[in-house]
Antibody
Framework: QVQLVQSGAEVTKPGASVKVSCKAS????????ITWVRQTPRQGLEWMGR????????NYAQKLQGRVTMTTDTSTSAVYMELRSLTSDDTAVYYC??????????WGQGTLVTVSS | QSVLTQPPSVSGAPGQRVTISCTGS?????????VHWYQQLPGTAPKLLIY???NRPSGVPDRFSGSKSGTSASLAITGLQAEDEADYYC???????????FGGGTKVTVL
């Protein structure tokens, strides 16, 4: 069973950027497509986009186009999600998830990103 | 405002049966996209509970079942237990928005 481990909580200011990492414990991410989902008390669960850990192909939610970038680093078997021009609305728990089919099988532990001046 | 609509809360006594509805539209559930369900215990990540409308991953008790009809889906929990107290989310795909969509979540309280 794949275990996803994410980077720690972040506190950042409006207008700044944040980069969250996601690694597979004891396993390579290479065969998988990694999806990023965020959760806020107000908006609930929101699909942000996905990246193929195999070839780096990405697909982003239209709402976040231009602000989000998902990348993969094969040398460290990690994927990254960077979100720019942050506002308080981006305060959320961010999850990386593996979807073998069209549902989400394995979830990271979540990374709390707080945007506050 | 979530694309898929769930009741904010449901409750039941231990041993009872509760159901959670997930109402969509002709561009998601009604377009024959599968519905999946997740359970989220306090302070943890969501966990896959039901996939493909009515299939349970290994390890999920058969007290949990899913169904789908028309533009709606349902999750049923029979023989409610204290450990079932959690938030439950439905998920599907929306062809108009071209995006994965979630319900707003339902909090299950065991009385």
């Amino acid at each position: 069973q794949v275990q996803l481990v994410q980077s720690g909580a972040e506190v950042t200011k409006p207008g700044a950027s944040v980069k969250v990492s996601c690694k597979a414990s004891g396993h390579t991410l290479n065969p998988y497509e990694i999806t990023w989902v965020r959760q806020t008390p107000r908006q609930g669960l929101e699909w942000m986009g996905r990246i193929s850990a195999r070839n780096g192909n990405t697909n982003y939610a239209q709402k976040l186009q231009g602000r989000v970038t998902m990348t993969t680093d094969t040398s460290t078997s990690a994927v990254y999600m960077e979100l720019r021009s942050l506002t308080s609305d981006d305060t959320a728990v961010y999850y990386c998830v593996i979807a073998v089919a069209d549902y989400f099988d394995y979830w990271g532990q979540g990374t709390l990103v707080t945007v506050s001046s | 405002q979530s694309v898929l609509t769930q009741p904010p809360s449901v409750s039941g006594a231990p041993g009872q049966r509760v159901t959670i509805s997930c109402t969509g539209s002709s561009s998601n559930i009604g377009a024959d996209y599968d519905v999946h369900w997740y359970q989220q215990l306090p302070g943890t990540a969501p966990k896959l509970l039901i996939y493909g409308n009515n299939n349970r991953p290994s390890g999920v008790p058969d007290r949990f079942s899913g169904s789908k009809s028309g533009t709606s889906a349902s999750l049923a929990i029979t023989g409610l237990q204290a450990e079932d107290e959690a938030d439950y989310y439905c998920q599907s795909y929306d062809s108009s928005l071209s995006v994965v969509v979630f319900g707003g979540g339902t909090k299950v309280t065991v009385l």
